[in-house]
């Protein structure tokens, strides 16, 4: 459970930093030029293929001009958020499971029914 935390954590910091980086018209070069590390490397963190990020967020706080408590808030409050719209859609899925299966059940005793009249 921890490995998967860490793994969408990674992901949603790559897609922010993605989307900062963009915002600024920066190329994945430019931040890997000022970082000192290669593109494939920086890459990888937008993917949320490293955690180079973890050991590295004041550095890449400096290139973008932000604090690392925004990087992570707003990561962490995405993931919840996130995590309640899943949530959300579990709930509306369960009780439309439960409603069919009110009709089954319904359609089953009408079906036990036509078949003792017939």
Known sequence: MIIEHAKIMNITVGNKLKEIRKSQKWSQEDVANYLQISQSLYAQIERGESMYWIDNLESICDVFKILPQQLIRNSVER??????????????YEKT??????????????????????
């Open 79 to 92: 993931n919840i958020f996130e995590k309640s719209i899943n949530l959300e859609k579990i709930k509306t």
């Open 97 to 118: 499971i439960a409603e069919q299966e009110i009709k089954i059940a319904e359609l089953k005793k009408v079906i036990k029914k036509l078949k003792k009249s017939a």
